[in-house]
């Protein structure tokens, strides 16, 4: 199933919530911000591409932040995320963001780059450094091309180092950035490779699940568990050797935008 089928986001407002993967992309993401964030109060957080709106409650749990808006150009998305309360939602893209200059504090951009159009990354990223006040903290993922080719050279998905000469090229400075998810896609990228090296007629490579579209599903609570202790295996080895991941079928990085001199 992909973005612009009838149900896409329906499907994911039933499934991301429980599913560990979901889980642990947030609490990286979270755990990074939180670390940016600690310590100042009644900041301001946007949502470029808020989808069904689980973003939007998460980042409602900082104590730090106040108030959390949400963006999202798919009207049944909106609908969705609006069924959630205590923040407000617009209409609109991530190419021309509907704010005035320097309103956030905080800026999420979960898995959109890649559905933009040619130089729309970049242009993402001028519009999340536009909007952000001078101190604010962008954190940004987007999907990892694994095994195959990069944005440049013609692929669908992101290199670590793609993604962040993206933000710098807005003039953001870039603090911490890492492949994610990683064992899971090793282990998925190399069980794919040998399905296509063995000639199993008639299926094509599809190692990274963005290659088919959305087809998570929460799994048993026993893969459940077991996949999330990983991830957070993942994360705790990072976090405490202060080494990012070199492979992962995720990139997350966090980038601020820098102070104003006096």
């Known amino acids: 199933m992909t973005i612009d089928e009838p149900g896409y986001f329906e499907r994911l407002a039933r499934v991301e919530s429980g599913h560990w993967w979901s889980r642990s992309m947030w609490r990286l993401a979270s755990g990074w911000l939180g670390g940016a964030i600690r310590g100042r109060r009644g900041l301001s957080a946007?949502?470029?591409?808020?989808?069904?709106?689980l973003s939007l409650v998460r980042l409602m749990g900082f104590r730090e932040v106040s108030r959390v808006v949400g963006l999202e150009p798919d009207a049944g998305a909106l609908r969705l995320a609006r069924r959630h309360r205590g923040f407000e939602v617009f209409p609109g893209s991530a190419l021309e963001l509907p704010f005035k200059d320097e309103n956030f504090d905080v800026v999420t951009c979960f898995?959109?780059?890649?559905?933009?159009?040619?130089?729309?990354?970049?242009?993402?990223?001028?519009?999340?450094?536009?909007?952000?006040r001078p101190g604010g903290v962008a954190v940004v993922r987007s999907n990892s091309a694994g095994f195959?080719?990069?944005?440049?050279?013609?692929?669908t998905a992101y290199r670590l180092g793609e993604v962040v000469e993206v933000l710098t090229s807005a003039n953001l400075k870039v603090r911490r950035a890492?492949?994610?998810?990683?064992?899971?896609?090793?282990?998925?990228?190399v069980r794919g490779r040998l399905r296509f090296l063995a000639g199993h007629r008639g299926r094509s490579w599809l190692p990274h699940p963005s290659g088919g579209g959305l087809r998570i599903d929460v799994?048993?609570?026993?893969i459940?568990?077991?996949?999330?202790?990983?991830?957070?295996?993942?994360?705790?080895?990072?976090?405490?050797?202060?080494?990012?991941l070199p492979f992962g079928h995720s990139t997350m990085v966090l980038a601020t935008k820098q102070e104003t001199n006096p």
């Open 46 to 53: 946007l949502d470029v591409g808020c989808g069904a709106g």
């Open 178 to 189: 890492s492949y994610a998810n990683g064992l899971p896609a090793l282990a998925q990228e």
């Open 219 to 222: 799994p048993s609570p026993r």
């Open 111 to 132: 898995d959109v780059l890649q559905h933009l159009p040619e130089g729309g990354d970049v242009q993402a990223a001028r519009e999340i450094a536009r909007v952000l």
């Open 148 to 155: 195959g080719p990069g944005r440049s050279n013609g692929g």
């Open 224 to 244: 459940n568990r077991i996949m999330g202790g990983v991830a957070a295996l993942e994360r705790g080895m990072t976090e405490a050797l202060g080494v990012p």
